[in-house]
């Protein structure tokens, strides 16, 4: 139920992208392509029962696990069951702000699956990961180069497919680390609610040929599909793939799981569903919405990346690592982000986990690390001088922080017998710094003149390990004050003891941040790094895809910030001032406006398997409707405080606002007021239901079976 009801939104933004016309009367899912609409009119609640809360759809039971070869535990079946289900493949994406990872498998074979390592234009060691960077080239301005993609042609506003000028674009390792076309970071842009660094600022420059945040996303999406793809091809066979026709039209199922960060807004998810949806994950381009609701026969699930990393990193541990009752915190360090969440174990096997206290974090994630590297640079070169090193300088100035330093540095220990650069340069020094806990750096620097003030000598800048510590310390002191409170907040909840806090995420594998955080910890809490941490999300997601519909492990989450409507209150003269009222032309009667109803407050748990009802009316002028039928339109409000105000304030923000299709007024009830005048009243609810990765809207008319259709959510 709930993955069609994901599926039916990506199937909704397709339609609206490509100007189909078919019917949607059936589409469940509310989240289309936002369109430019004006909001209605403050809703009117009505107090709702306490059957109308909540509508509770049967939960399904899980499978039970099997052991992996690649290092994890994935859901297994019977010999039965398996010559029952369908033979699908799962991919795995997880989109990250620096790096990028997929993994595929097949649920014929769940225990063999593949993390892709080896990715076009890579030279050297196979990655896990592949960098998310892509650039441009038109043929109105650079050449496009020969191995270039052509991105799909987008959807103009009328739904004709139309280019205008020719784009081909590099993606990963194909862009060249010397071009300034370089685009990195792109993932940020995706949410503007949150703060962004000045380093990612969507100038003119960054955002080329007026292409949009979304579009980028798109574009590199695109190509991290296309080359799964060629993977699948190579390792299962055309003919698997594509059956005996001409090899247009993909005959397999194939699922996408994609992952996000927890502390993205809801929009931001949004926008990363549009995104896929138009790359094709998850969609038959030439196909439509399957009866039960897949999109040329694959769907496409957002999870979150420490519910994914958790997913995996349990089924890593050894037994009796932890126990039924007891509570875990999943900390994802990334490219950007950093993620904070906290679970309580109610069942190992099959794994049953509840998010705990309401999830945390924050963009201080590998990327702001770099940043104060360069900045360090800068300092000790003189701007002019750092402004004139050549592209290839900066390359191997840069390759070497990233290699020797981020990654492997530690708090005190140190390479003694160091590492040997191009001509038996050494590159760290064979003394100890102040403190005796290591050796000094020598970051290569070419084209700098020697200088003893700025620490360069033949071609190296000597950088030492208090200041590389100091590099480290803010992001890393974010870091561990984001731990800090969510461990806080566990004990304070009394939902039980804290075995272990598990590092996951690039970031996460660093050396430095993990002696850090267990120096913070003195031992009180075990840290730890399960194996392939770097890529626990991507494993995870295959794992989750592997489980199927209703059988996730995160049983409940809890909601992150209070979602309600603003609404119009009779007048109270014990509650309100006098000069608050208003008179209600309609109702005939005093009401007070900007009035807050609250429908899920912060840290109320939540299912997939339970739709949340926000139920009110609305008073309509019969001057107001057009024919015979109108569209409803309700405004969503959210307040990410811990205590939200019962009237809007500044800490009260617009989610977003639903519109209906056209719904016919027979629906609808007629009322003559006081003064005889007829409007029209409708009672009916807005209901929500919230899965790992993404919020599903709905509109209900009071008494009528059915949603009223399509919704189309504008995003503020």
């Known amino acids: 139920m709930m993955q069609s009801m994901i599926s039916s939104t990506a199937a909704a933004i397709r339609n609206s ?12 899912s509310s989240a289309t392509i936002p369109e430019q609409q004006e909001p209605g009119k403050p809703e009117m609640v009505r107090k709702p029962s306490s059957a109308s809360v909540l509508t509770l759809t049967a939960e399904r039971h899980a499978k039970g696990t099997g052991e992996g070869k690649n290092g994890g535990v994935v859901p297994g079946s019977t010999g039965v069951e398996k010559a029952k289900e369908e033979d699908r493949i799962i991919v795995g994406i997880d989109f990250g702000t620096t790096h990028s990872a997929v993994a595929w498998a097949q649920t014929s074979t769940p225990d063999e699956y593949e993390v892709i390592t080896q990715w076009p234009g890579q030279v050297g060691k196979d990655w896990g990961k592949v960098p998310s960077d892509i650039s441009y080239a038109t043929s ?12 799909p042609t987008l959807p103009d506003s009328s739904g004709t497919t139309t280019t205008t000028t020719t784009i081909g674009y590099k993606w990963g390792f194909e862009v060249p680390p010397l071009s300034p076309n370089r ?59 594509y059956g005996d026709g001409d090899g247009k039209v993909i005959k397999r199922r194939i699922d996408f799981v994609l992952t996000v960060p927890a502390v993205w807004s809801d929009k931001a998810r949004q926008m990363t569903l549009e995104a896929a949806v138009r790359a094709g994950l998850g969609v038959d381009k030439g196909g439509g919405v399957d009866e039960e609701g897949a999109i040329g026969g694959g769907l496409l699930r957002l999870i979150t990346e420490p519910e994914g990393a958790a997913e995996y990193a349990l089924r890593t541990m050894q037994a009796g690592m932890m126990k ?110 102040e403190e005796g806990g290591g050796a000094d750096f020598h970051v290569p620097v070419v084209g700098i003149a020697d200088s003893a003030e ?11 390990r208090d200041e590389v510590r100091e590099i480290f310390e803010p992001i890393v002191t974010q870091v561990i004050e984001l731990i800090s409170k969510q461990v806080i907040d ?28 267990s120096k913070w910890s003195s031992g009180k809490i075990p840290i730890l790094q399960p194996r392939n941490a770097w890529t626990a999300v991507v494993r995870g997601a295959i794992i989750r895809g592997l489980q199927g519909d209703g059988i996730a492990a995160v049983q409940t989450r809890l909601s992150r910030r209070y979602y309600g409507v603003v ?35 912060r840290g109320d748990a939540t299912t997939e398997s339970r739709k949340m009802s926000f139920p009110f009316y609305r008073t309509i002028s019969c001057d107001d409707v057009k024919g015979n039928t109108h569209q409803l339109r309700t405004e969503l409000w959210v307040c990410d405080e811990q205590n939200a105000p019962d009237r809007r304030d500044h800490n009260v923000r617009k989610l977003a606002v639903m519109t209906s299709e056209p719904v016919n007024v027979e629906k609808f009830t007629k009322h003559l007021n006081e003064k005889g005048k007829p409007f029209w009243r409708v009672d009916y609810s807005l209901d929500m239901t919230v899965t790992s990765g993404l919020v599903i809207y709905e509109m209900r008319i009071e008494g009528q079976e059915g949603t009223v259709g399509r919704v189309q959510t504008k995003y503020e």
């Open 140 to 151: 109105s301005g650079s050449t496009v180069a020969d191995n270039a993609t052509s991105p």
């Open 567 to 601: 609404h119009d209150a009779s007048f109270d003269p014990n509650k309100h001032r006098p000069e608050e009222k208003k008179w209600h032309e309609l109702r005939c009667e005093w009401v007070v406006r900007n009035r807050m109803q609250w429908y899920i407050r």
């Open 324 to 433: 039924v009752g007891e509570c875990f915190v999943v900390c994802d360090a990334g490219g950007g982000t950093v993620d904070l969440i906290s679970y309580k174990i109610t069942s190992l096997n099959p794994l049953r986990l509840n998010e705990c206290v309401v999830g945390s974090g924050g963009l201080c994630g590998a990327v702001y690390l770099d940043r104060r590297f360069e900045e360090f640079v800068v300092r000790r070169l003189g701007k002019e001088t750092f402004d004139g090193m050549s592209h290839r300088a900066r390359f191997q100035m840069n390759q070497y922080w990233e290699t020797y330093i981020k990654r492997e540095f530690n708090d005190g220990d140190g390479d003694e017998d160091g590492a040997e650069g191009a001509g038996g340069v050494s590159l760290v020094d064979d003394g100890d710094d």
């Open 490 to 517: 566990v004990l304070k909840s009394a939902n039980g003891p804290i075995s272990a806090i598990l590092l996951v995420g690039g970031f996460g594998s660093s050396e430095y941040l993990y002696s850090r955080i």
């Open 183 to 241: 685009l990195s970071w792109i993932k940020i842009l995706l949410d503007p609610s949150q703060p962004r660094p000045k380093f990612v600022n969507p100038k003119r420059t960054v955002l080329p040929y007026g292409k949009k945040a979304v579009d980028i996303v798109t574009d590199y999406l695109t190509a991290l599909r296309n080359y799964t793809m060629v993977t699948l091809e190579r390792r299962l066979g055309r003919e698997f793939l």
């Open 454 to 464: 700025k620490g360069v000598y033949a071609g190296f800048l000597h950088v030492t």
């Open 17 to 28: 992208a490509v100007g189909r016309k078919k019917s949607l009367a059936n589409v469940r």
